[in-house]
Structure formats: structure tokens, C-alpha cells
């Protein structure tokens, strides 16, 4: 991704029951100082899907946010939320117990601009025994799920 393109941001909101209220959602690029560059904020859906009729159910929702043309190369976050649009307070982000651990949840990161190089590989040397693995190793990523509760946090996912 370079300064100045579009970043298209496709979440899905899973309503467990009813939302009373109305909210926000924001998509916020933040720099490695922690200081917000970007963001789209606007209603679950373009409009079309206020939280207020969220039921159960899965909610496919995009915002694109456009990156700034002046922003320095590097790795940025993109953190997602909800908001009041009455009082502009954050909604929660549960963990996996259902327990508030903040009111932004980091989706994941983003370069700008070209990567820095990476570091000489390290060799193991010339022996090799059995069982000795020399290939990339394996990485797994996992992705929380989504959850809404009735004026309780949400997730995306």
C-alpha cells in the first residue's frame, strides 16, 4: 500500500440479540506513535443496517479509508470500534470471558510505502541431523469472532 491510496475495510458485525441504541462504527489508521492518520467513520452498512435493528445474525459492513498523501513510510494499526452516536462514548471490546478489555480492537497492521529490508537469515551451519528441520517455519493467526450484546461491547471480526 502506498501514501495516498484507499484502504477498503470489510468487517462483519454478529448481532447475539437485540442493540437498544444507535452507534458508529470507526476505522482508525494510527501511526507507531499512536497517533490517529486516517479514518471512516459512519453507520454499520452505509446506513442501511443501524445497529438499533441488529438481531442475530451476521452484518457485512466496508468503510475504505483514504490514505493521507504525505504519510511517511512505515507500519500502522488499524483499530476498529463502536460509538454512541448520542454521547460519542466507545462501546467495550470483550475478551474471550466477556470481560471489557478496552474500547478498540487492533484488526491488524499496515505497511506503507516500501518494507525496510529484512535481516540476513541465519545459518544453522553444515551438520544436519535427523529430525533437523530447515524449512519456513509454520505461522497461524486466529481472528476473534464478533459479538454484540445487548448494551453490552462489540467485536469485530
Do not use: K
Not at 443496517?49 to 459492513?61: A, S, V
Not at 535481516?119 to 454484540?148: E, L
Request: aromatic content about 8%.
Amino acid at each position: 500500500m502506498e501514501a495516498g491510496d484507499e484502504l477498503n475495510v470489510m468487517l462483519t458485525w454478529t448481532g447475539i440479540g437485540p442493540v437498544l441504541d444507535d452507534y458508529n462504527v470507526f476505522t482508525h489508521l494510527v501511526g507507531p506513535d499512536g497517533r490517529q492518520v486516517a479514518q471512516d467513520d459512519g453507520p454499520p452498512v452505509d446506513g442501511a443496517m443501524p445497529t438499533w435493528l441488529f438481531g442475530p445474525g451476521e452484518y457485512p459492513d466496508e468503510h475504505t479509508i483514504r490514505v493521507p498523501e504525505d504519510l511517511p513510510a512505515g507500519r500502522y494499526r488499524l483499530r476498529v470500534g463502536l460509538y454512541n452516536l448520542e454521547t460519542l462514548a466507545r462501546l467495550p471490546v470483550l475478551d474471550e470471558s466477556g470481560r471489557p478489555s478496552g474500547d478498540e480492537w487492533t484488526v491488524d497492521f499496515i505497511w506503507v510505502g516500501a518494507r525496510p529490508p529484512l535481516p540476513p537469515r541465519a545459518h544453522r551451519g553444515d551438520i544436519r541431523r535427523p529430525g533437523d528441520s530447515y524449512g519456513p517455519r509454520q505461522s497461524t493467526r486466529t481472528a476473534a469472532n464478533g459479538r454484540c450484546a445487548p448494551r453490552e461491547a462489540c467485536m469485530a471480526g
